[in-house]
């Protein structure tokens, strides 16, 4: 492994453009096969779980690869950062194939859980160690470009996937939906083992990894996403467990604590996997923050809006995704644009800001849903969130990759990823629970807007919630309510869909108005981010820097070549 010099405009990686094209090429096509993978695993779970008899357990296939996926992330940072992107990330691809390989030859429930879990232990590295060998390919002045290739790569994933899920599940059988990946996944780990050097800052080693703060952080973190997913679910009597429930509020309140003793444990670890030094800069602690509360607010579209479209319009799983258009174009664009407009100006503080003004205007407009909307309504709505989205999928990276030196590029970009998917799970959760209390205190209102009779209200509104019932599932509402309904209600079964689907649709309006606010505290934050000068963009001495307030940074250490 060769230990490369940090040179002034922060490259740790130097390779001729042809090569450098070819390796983005190749980390680009892991990235999207990772992010595909949820997409068109989502398409085909329902088959899947029928086939398997896992209806019971069908949470755990989607919460074990998220567990696994988001404690590895710091973990990955700091191991790319000690053996260099290359091997780390190799380990990674091969991991997640192998998960992928063996998710497809399942034959019961608990072995599809528990290769996704090993599958997810890979893609931990995907995300973190593809952005940051962009870090160490690219200056800071180059990387927005590239950047926001990454945050299409994601919005491409979400368009694709539900047809290619869909098409493989119906005409193959949903095993080659694990399999069809593998041998893309070995074309592009050849690409990376074949043309990218694997060099690192020639600091810290294996011996001084930590161990002791990488366990502490995984039994922390477990029980706060495990006590996250438990609020989404129903207990014995049918009903959402509740905060302060131990399945929830005690597991997140345990997850807390452990969390706690991870920080104190950091503060003394030689080389910690979460370096507490980067919070006291004010720039990277803004920029985790406000991208940790825009991923919390992206579920209220990428979740519930497809599930209207199932619930009350009645198309297909497929079709709803396509649905999603405007969003992901405007998330696509936007994160493209954003990306090339800082490498031009050396500037993102003010795209940031603005960006997340645009979220809070669309949020509040799509709080406006309801059964009167139109689809050109929505999608301008949803296009309006998108174009709010997406700066922060691409700039917010490039923002905490310049505020460190190439030395700790792996580590601080897997602190912007693992807080980003942990608010992605804050944010199903809270969505979960806003939409499920929303519905049941509006149901009782739309009975009587459909002037319902007042017993019959009652006895509905008290019988159904989206908590006890499966009225908010996909599928013929009458005909579910005609083969549980006495013969004598069947008259009043349109006007109780209505009803139904009127509440529907406002509790979806309530998450929307309820992200807008959430989306604010984001804009707060991006309030303290300060524009600090790209390396590779412009030079500035020390004195005009510190004259113009921009010595929020940490200095590139220059290491000799050994």
Not at 297 to 316: D, E, H, K
Not at 441 to 453: E, V, Y
């Amino acid at each position: 492994m060769a230990t490369a010099p940090v040179q002034n405009d922060g490259v740790l990686i130097h390779v001729d453009s042809r090569r450098r094209i070819i390796i983005l090429g190749a980390i680009m096509l892991s990235l999207f096969l990772g992010a595909l993978d949820q997409t068109v695993v989502g398409t085909a779970l329902p088959r899947i779980v029928t086939d398997l008899h896992g209806d019971a357990y069908y949470t755990w296939v989607v919460t074990l690869y998220l567990l696994t996926s988001t404690i590895t992330v710091p973990m990955y940072g700091k191991l790319q950062d000690v053996y260099g992107g290359k091997l780390i990330l190799s380990i990674g691809i091969v991991i997640f194939h192998a998960g992928s390989a063996l998710s497809g030859l399942s034959q019961s429930m608990w072995q599809l859980i528990l290769f996704r879990g090993i599958q997810g232990i890979g893609a931990g590295a995907l995300f973190p160690v593809s952005l940051a060998i962009i870090g160490d390919l690219f200056t800071p002045a180059e990387r927005g470009k590239y950047q926001g290739l990454f945050g299409a790569v994601f919005g491409l994933s979400f368009i694709v996937g539900p047809f290619i899920g869909g098409a493989i599940t119906d005409s193959i059988g949903w095993h080659w939906v694990f399999y069809v990946n593998v041998p893309i996944g070995i074309l592009a780990l050849f690409a990376i083992e074949a043309l990218l050097p694997n060099v690192h800052i020639a600091k810290g080693n294996a011996r001084e990894f930590d161990y002791l703060g990488s366990f502490v952080f995984m039994t922390s973190i477990v029980p706060i996403l495990i006590g996250l997913t438990n609020k989404g679910l129903t207990n014995s009597a049918g009903n959402l467990y509740a905060w302060t429930d131990w399945q929830v509020g005690g597991l997140i309140l345990l997850g807390l604590l452990l969390f706690l003793v991870f920080l104190l444990v950091e503060s003394k670890a030689k080389e910690p996997i979460v370096p507490l030094h980067h919070f006291r800069m004010r720039t990277f602690t803004a920029v985790i923050i406000a991208t940790m509360i825009v991923s919390l607010t992206m579920f209220s579209a990428v979740i519930f809006l497809p599930r209207y479209y199932q619930a009350v319009r009645g198309i297909s799983a497929t079709a709803s995704g396509y649905e999603m258009w405007p969003l992901l174009l405007g998330l696509i664009s936007t994160s493209i644009l954003a990306g090339f407009l800082v490498s031009i100006f050396g500037k993102y503080r003010n795209i940031i800001i603005g960006s997340y003004v645009v979220l809070v205007i669309g949020s509040f407009l799509a709080g406006q849903f309801s059964l009167a909307s139109t689809d050109l309504e929505i999608w301008a709505w949803i296009f309006i969130i998108g174009v709010g989205i997406g700066p922060s999928m691409s700039v917010s990276t490039v923002i905490t990759q310049n505020l460190v030196p190439p030395s700790e590029i792996g580590v601080a970009t897997s602190t912007l990823t693992f807080f980003r998917q942990v608010g992605g799970s804050i944010g199903l959760a809270i969505a979960g629970t806003v939409f499920a209390s929303s519905f049941t205190s509006l149901l009782p209102g739309q009975l009587a807007k459909h002037h319902l009779p007042a017993q019959l209200q009652a006895h509905v509104a008290h019988g159904l919630s989206a908590a006890s019932s499966n009225v908010t599932a996909v599928g013929n509402l009458s005909q579910q309510l005609a083969a549980t309904l006495p013969a004598p209600l069947h008259p009043y079964i349109p006007d109780m869909v209505g009803a139904i689907h009127g509440a529907f649709t406002r509790a979806i309006g309530t998450i929307f108005f309820d992200s807008a606010l959430i989306a604010i505290a984001a804009l707060v934050a991006a309030l303290f981010i300060k524009d600090v000068p790209l390396r590779g963009f412009r030079k500035k001495s020390a004195a005009v820097a510190a004259a113009e307030g921009e010595e929020d940074i940490i200095p590139d250490p220059i290491v000799p070549a050994l």
